[in-house]
């Protein structure tokens, strides 16, 4: 059974940095489709930041030059570096992997910029 866990959210002031981690069991992401994707109150889910099938990464604009996606295969863990966060960062932030044909999703870890 594939399973994801996130964790590393947590309560940060603008301008400061968090590291997102999920680990995942059950069966080895190697290069399937992961990433990271976030939701606030009132909004839809939405792409923050992923690898691709094609071995490339897209982020959302609003991210990019600010937060960093990478994976430790070897760990079966996917993290994201969120640095320069800001108060429209907050929501909260689910992993998913694309594999054997369908998502899977973690349980989501709560993130919260502000002062």
């Known amino acids: 059974q594939v399973r994801l866990v996130e964790s590393g959210g947590g309560l940060v002031q603008p301008g400061g940095s968090l590291r997102l981690s999920c680990a995942a069991s059950?069966?080895?992401?190697?290069?399937?489709?992961m990433g990271w994707y976030r939701q606030s109150p009132g909004k839809q889910r939405e792409l923050v930041a992923a690898f691709t099938s094609g071995g490339g990464i897209n982020y959302e604009d609003s991210v990019k030059g600010r937060f960093t996606i990478s994976r430790d295969n070897a760990k079966n863990t996917v993290y994201l570096q969120m640095n320069s966060l800001k108060p429209e960062d907050t929501a909260v932030y689910y992993c998913n992997l694309y594999i054997y044909f369908r998502n899977y999703w973690g349980q989501g870890t709560q993130v919260t910029v502000s002062s």
């Open positions: 059950g069966t080895i992401i190697s290069t399937n489709p």
